[in-house]
């Protein structure tokens, strides 16, 4: 349960690269699942987007008080790991490297789901 920060499900909201069976067994952090993610027509937008929504968020925390953006998809394996990379990228190099940025993948390494959307 997210219960505090940012939130993006992007199950409707980007194509799914399980749907490509040349794409399945890979994750966000290959490069042909990233491309296929960030081809999505309005994937850089969403991106650019919570980046910015981050960077404005950290603008008005208490110093030392993190920032989190959830991102889900519906296995955690794809969208979810492209999105968090390059929103996180973005962050980074915007401050210069000023915050610290952590990105944990918490389904990465979970099985495949059978009815991915």
Do not use: K
Request: charged residues 20%.
């Amino acid at each position: 349960m997210v219960t505090d920060g940012l939130f993006l499900d992007l199950r409707r909201a980007l194509r799914n690269p399980a749907s490509d069976p040349a794409l399945l067994y890979g994750t966000g952090l290959d490069d042909a699942v990233r491309e296929h993610v960030l081809a999505t027509p309005g994937a850089l937008d969403l991106i650019n987007r919570a980046a910015a929504q981050v960077l404005a968020l950290a603008g008005l925390a208490p110093p030392g008080r993190p920032v989190r953006l959830t991102v889900a998809c519906q296995g955690g394996r794809h969208r979810s790991v492209v999105v968090a990379e390059e929103v996180a990228r973005r962050v980074w190099e915007a401050r210069g490297g000023a915050y610290a940025v952590v990105v944990e993948h918490h389904h990465i390494d979970h099985p495949l789901l059978t009815a991915s959307a």
